[in-house]
């Protein structure tokens, strides 16, 4: 049985979930609080539950103090739930940094009908959270001053290195991302996050990467050494080769792998281009996007990896690459990031 505990100041939502989860076979609401500061007494008689579902902005303690506090005991899979989602906001990119598992998007009327329209999404995302290996770090990146930090040397990569992730890909590639030497080759991502989210990431880790530029991807762009290019939220992202260049195409059309953007995408279209002069990653989520991509790459003459179960979030990207024969070896975050640091 799942136990599932509730913190938000809205009697609405408190009274939404609470319906959501009666009755269901596998998963209880053990209990509810308006704010985290409460949360602890009823701690007491309930006990920590297995998920919480969180909001962001409430009294007495707002929902990031409390998922600090919580972690530092016991990481525990969260879901935020947070009107905040909505703005892409950074408290909720911060929330993913400290190892939030999902973000729910909560509206500020008609809460009802999209708790009902939401139920079914909700109790996969409970049930996979439940599964979920929560890492707590401690310690945060501190912010760069770029004026402070060597100029780095922009120029056309020849080289790519081409990442997919979801579910705990925010902690992860921060951690990557943070340890990358200077004059690396263009680094393209897919992380799976809403619309609005992607700008806040990339400018979030702008600020902590010394040695490299981070953006959200635009159209046509060329890509360059020593900068990380972020897919935008709510479009898929391939790189095509136009002359000696490899130039950043922004695309809009239907989900693959069920995402938008998608990893698959990415890699495939790499993979037409790149060959031996790229690198492809697919790092934790859930889900199988970036299998089929990857395979592309790995047929088409790229190095290819996986990340190794044991350090990931949801070992379900990772483990449909592995199973289609996609990927020539798991790695560890460390080895992912001794592994780019050796491309150049």
């Given at each position: 049985m799942i136990k599932v505990f509730v913190i938000d100041d809205?009697?609405?939502?408190?009274?939404?979930?609470?319906?959501?989860?009666?009755?269901?076979?596998?998963?209880?609401?053990?209990?509810?609080?308006?704010?985290?500061?409460?949360?602890?007494?009823?701690?007491?008689?309930?006990?920590?539950?297995?998920?919480?579902?969180?909001?962001?902005?409430?009294?007495?303690?707002?929902?990031?103090?409390?998922?600090?506090?919580?972690?530092?005991?016991?990481?525990?899979?969260?879901?935020?739930?947070?009107?905040?989602?909505?703005?892409?906001?950074?408290?909720?990119?911060?929330?993913?940094?400290?190892?939030?598992?999902?973000?729910?998007?909560?509206?500020?009327?008609?809460?009802?009908d999209f708790l009902n329209e939401y139920k079914d999404n909700l109790i996969s995302q409970i049930k996979a959270a439940s599964k979920a290996k929560i890492t707590y770090k401690k310690s945060v990146p501190k912010v760069i001053n770029k004026q402070e930090v060597k100029k780095l040397n922009y120029k056309p990569s020849s080289k790519i290195i081409a990442i997919g992730a979801s579910t705990g890909g925010v902690q992860v590639l921060e951690e990557i991302l943070t340890n990358i030497q200077t004059d690396h080759p263009a680094i393209v991502i897919v992380q799976h996050m809403p619309v609005g989210f992607t700008r806040s990431f990339a400018l979030r880790l702008n600020g902590l990467c010394k040695n490299s530029k981070v953006v959200e991807a635009k159209n046509n762009e060329t890509l360059n050494t020593c900068t990380v290019y972020i897919a935008p939220g709510d479009k898929h992202m391939e790189i095509e080769k136009e002359g000696f260049v490899h130039v950043v195409k922004i695309k809009d059309f239907p989900r693959d792998d069920f995402h938008k953007p998608s990893a698959t995408v990415l890699l495939a279209s790499i993979s037409k281009i790149a060959k031996s002069n790229s690198i492809g990653f697919v790092l934790t989520g859930m889900g199988v996007d970036g299998a089929k991509g990857l395979l592309h790459m790995k047929e088409a003459g790229s190095k290819t990896y996986t990340q190794n179960e044991k350090t990931c979030t949801v070992y379900g990207m990772p483990k449909a690459a592995v199973k289609l024969g996609a990927s020539s070896k798991e790695l560890s975050i460390f080895d992912i990031t001794q592994t780019i640091n050796r491309t150049r």
């Amino acid at each position: 049985m799942i136990k599932v505990f509730v913190i938000d100041d809205s009697i609405a939502v408190r009274s939404g979930f609470r319906k959501i989860l009666s009755g269901l076979e596998n998963i209880t609401l053990i209990g509810e609080a308006n704010n985290p500061v409460d949360a602890y007494t009823v701690f007491k008689t309930t006990g920590l539950p297995d998920v919480f579902i969180l909001d962001i902005e409430m009294p007495k303690m707002n929902g990031l103090t409390f998922l600090k506090k919580i972690n530092e005991q016991r990481p525990t899979p969260t879901i935020m739930c947070s009107t905040l989602a909505k703005k892409g906001s950074n408290e909720m990119v911060e929330a993913l940094s400290l190892g939030a598992f999902a973000i729910i998007e909560k509206p500020k009327i008609n809460i009802k009908d999209f708790l009902n329209e939401y139920k079914d999404n909700l109790i996969s995302q409970i049930k996979a959270a439940s599964k979920a290996k929560i890492t707590y770090k401690k310690s945060v990146p501190k912010v760069i001053n770029k004026q402070e930090v060597k100029k780095l040397n922009y120029k056309p990569s020849s080289k790519i290195i081409a990442i997919g992730a979801s579910t705990g890909g925010v902690q992860v590639l921060e951690e990557i991302l943070t340890n990358i030497q200077t004059d690396h080759p263009a680094i393209v991502i897919v992380q799976h996050m809403p619309v609005g989210f992607t700008r806040s990431f990339a400018l979030r880790l702008n600020g902590l990467c010394k040695n490299s530029k981070v953006v959200e991807a635009k159209n046509n762009e060329t890509l360059n050494t020593c900068t990380v290019y972020i897919a935008p939220g709510d479009k898929h992202m391939e790189i095509e080769k136009e002359g000696f260049v490899h130039v950043v195409k922004i695309k809009d059309f239907p989900r693959d792998d069920f995402h938008k953007p998608s990893a698959t995408v990415l890699l495939a279209s790499i993979s037409k281009i790149a060959k031996s002069n790229s690198i492809g990653f697919v790092l934790t989520g859930m889900g199988v996007d970036g299998a089929k991509g990857l395979l592309h790459m790995k047929e088409a003459g790229s190095k290819t990896y996986t990340q190794n179960e044991k350090t990931c979030t949801v070992y379900g990207m990772p483990k449909a690459a592995v199973k289609l024969g996609a990927s020539s070896k798991e790695l560890s975050i460390f080895d992912i990031t001794q592994t780019i640091n050796r491309t150049r």
